[in-house]
């Protein structure tokens, strides 16, 4: 089941069903299945709280990730934060959707045991990042 929550913002503009469908599909192909995720879309103040009080990191971000996954069931919290999605997608020339969707789905793949610490780990998830927003444009 997947559960989208707003945190002190508007809800934003994206296709529900579709956007279920697509992370669903991503999951399944990696022969895992989604028990339980949320999706908490929250402003630049609400993920920085929740980056000093949970990680003790001082600094915004556009995701945090926190796994609860189990064996081939996949369990989370994708803490997203709008406002840096909008900077982001302006600093990197995208559109905001295509911004929102790659954030959601990096957060989707570390949940699918994905990293990006090291520059190989980072080219893989970029690489799977870009496979699956593929994969969206096909979704109905």
């Known amino acids: 089941m997947i559960n989208i929550i707003t945190e002190g913002v508007e809800f934003p503009d994206i296709e529900e069903d579709r956007l279920n469908k697509w992370i669903n599909s991503v999951v399944e192909q990696k022969d895992k299945c989604i028990k339980d995720l949320s999706l908490v ?34 369990s989370g919290d994708l803490i997203i934060s709008l406002d840096t999605v909008l900077s982001n997608s302006q600093k990197f020339n995208t559109s905001y959707n295509t911004e929102l969707h ?39």
């Open 41 to 74: 879309f929250c402003s630049d103040e609400y993920i920085l709280d929740v980056n000093q009080n949970y990680l003790q990191h001082d600094y915004y971000t556009d995701i945090i990730t926190f796994d609860y996954c189990s064996g081939c069931k996949i």
């Open 102 to 140: 790659r954030v959601i789905i990096h957060g989707v793949l570390h949940l699918l045991g994905y990293k990006d610490k090291t520059p190989e780990e980072a080219k893989e998830m970029r690489q799977n990042e870009d496979l699956a927003l593929k994969q969206f444009e096909t979704i109905a």
